[in-house]
């Protein structure tokens, strides 16, 4: 292998260690993000925009998955749909 690839890759695993290093993980809103204010939550849905409020008292899982990712967030569902049928009643 040429030297010049060895620098070029030396130097592209470097900047890769130390991006996954950095202070703020992918997920977390930036300084200057409105995203993680606390505030109500806007959501544009088929039926128009609905307002959800920073921490809500109840939650409803429309699927299992949604369920699931709701406990893992930790926040538990006071019911889950589990067939087309109770999304209609």
């Given amino acids: ?16 260690t130390l991006n996954g290093c950095s202070s703020a993980s ?6 200057g993000d409105e ?12 039926k128009g925009t609905v307002e959800v409020p920073a921490n809500p008292e109840t939650v409803v899982a429309l699927n299992t998955p949604s369920a699931d990712v709701s406990a893992q ?11 087309a049928d109770e999304l209609n009643a």
Avoid: F, H, Q, Y
């Fill in 26 to 31: 992918p997920g977390s809103p930036s300084e």
């Fill in 1 to 16: 292998m040429k030297r010049s690839n060895i620098v070029v890759v030396a130097l592209t695993v470097g900047a890769m």
């Fill in 73 to 83: 967030l930790g926040t538990t569902p006071v019911a889950v749909a589990t067939s």
């Fill in 35 to 46: 995203s993680g204010s606390g505030g109500p939550v806007n959501v544009d849905t088929l």
